[in-house]
């Protein structure tokens, strides 16, 4: 499946070592200020080869959009984009012709089509999320004009935390730093450890905590398209997730319901709000009008820089010395995906909440 959404539907095609990646946004609301500023911002914040904590790679990711726009804003008809790959190191993979690296696609997908793409891990790499990165800055900005934001951080690093706790924080003070966490102390920490994880040729994982504040209440599908439950779609779909949580999630586990209920309340403009917020945002599977906080887990990256065990193609076991340019963490690049593909699925929800009653 290479289409996510609804009435807002994002399109996705190409490789890790193709030519090119792109896609096709169709159902995207008329009239909509497109900054491509901001769109080349989103991807800077995604692009590899930003700082000594990610990939080698050097990919511009300059996003050339082909349709749909006309003065500067979108007409209501497909928006076509594609992002040339200029940087492809395909010899790098050689090796892994016939090996299955160990976690990753290779063996699933040949299971699956008879065939793989070796280099780079073809349509099962990352690289991918360029384009879901685009389709986030379109959504993005849709959003802004309905007083909706997005916005993620790092809060965790192997086993460096930050409470889990929203409001704590000012998730703008991520982008001050290379790992995208808010706390200046907690990501020189954090920093460090990625550092001395890559240096043994090792990885490591970590956790993204995303916000949406301005969210009306009413947006979900019931029973069977609800809103967390497609956020949790949404996030798991990224590569390295491992894992969603929303509200106090697995922390609810261990409650009570005389602690986590979020009682009502006037809101003093002649309205109702909560006096607090464990659930997250979301009851019922429908937004409630409060922030919606959600935390998503990425694994370690498979690709390690020194020898492991694997079979190859004729199932014999063979040691594979794994090259090539990755990330020792995913996650702090992982930040602005996050905030993509939360963006497109509210916007997607909120183009439907336009058709439940007139």
């Keep these: 499946m290479n289409t996510f959404g609804h009435l807002f539907r994002l399109t996705s095609f190409g490789e890790s070592h193709g030519k090119a990646i792109g896609g096709i946004v169709d159902g995207f609301p008329a009239g909509i200020f497109i900054d491509e500023d901001f769109i080349a911002g989103e991807m800077a914040r995604r692009r590899p080869g930003q700082s000594d904590l ?101 809060s965790q690093i192997g086993s460096i935390t930050l409470p889990y706790d929203y409001r704590h924080y000012d998730a703008t003070a991520a982008e001050t730093n290379a790992v995208r966490c808010p706390d200046a102390e907690k990501a020189e920490e954090m920093a460090e450890l990625i550092r001395r994880v890559k240096a043994e040729g090792d990885t490591v994982g970590g956790v993204v905590t995303g916000l949406i504040r301005g969210c009306p209440a009413g947006l979900g599908e019931p029973v069977f398209g609800k809103l967390h ?11 390295a997730a491992k ?11 261990s409650g009570r319901g005389s602690k ?20 997250g945002g979301i009851q019922g599977g429908i937004s409630n009008g409060q922030t919606i906080y ?7 990256v498979a690709t390690l820089l020194h020898p492991q065990s694997t079979v190859n193609l004729h199932a014999q076991p063979i040691l594979l010395q794994a090259r090539g340019r990755h990330d020792p963490c995913v996650v702090p690049r992982a930040v602005p995906i996050v905030e993509a593909m939360a963006a497109m699925t509210i916007l997607d929800y909120y183009l439907q909440s336009k058709t439940t009653r007139i």
């Design 54 to 154: 990610t990939t080698a790679r050097q990919e511009a990711d300059r996003v050339q959009l082909l349709s749909g726009i006309f003065e500067g804003r979108s007409t209501g008809c497909p928006i076509g984009f594609m992002i040339r790959n200029e940087a492809q190191h395909s010899q790098d993979y050689a090796e892994m012709r016939e090996a299955f690296r160990p976690s990753h696609a290779d063996y699933t997908y040949r299971q699956k089509y008879g065939l793989y793409d070796y280099r780079g891990g073809g349509r099962a790499s990352a690289r991918e999320t360029a384009v879901r990165v685009v389709g986030g800055a379109l959504a993005k900005l849709a959003l802004r004009e309905a007083g909706i934001s997005v916005e993620a951080y790092t």
């Design 294 to 300: 959600f935390r998503v887990a990425f694994k370690p």
């Design 243 to 253: 894992g969603f949580e929303y509200g106090e999630g697995f922390a609810a586990a």
């Design 229 to 239: 439950a497609a956020l949790g779609a949404a996030m798991l779909s990224i590569n």
């Design 260 to 279: 986590l209920n979020d009682a009502f309340k006037p809101d003093g403009q002649g309205g109702i709000t909560t006096q607090t917020n464990h659930s």
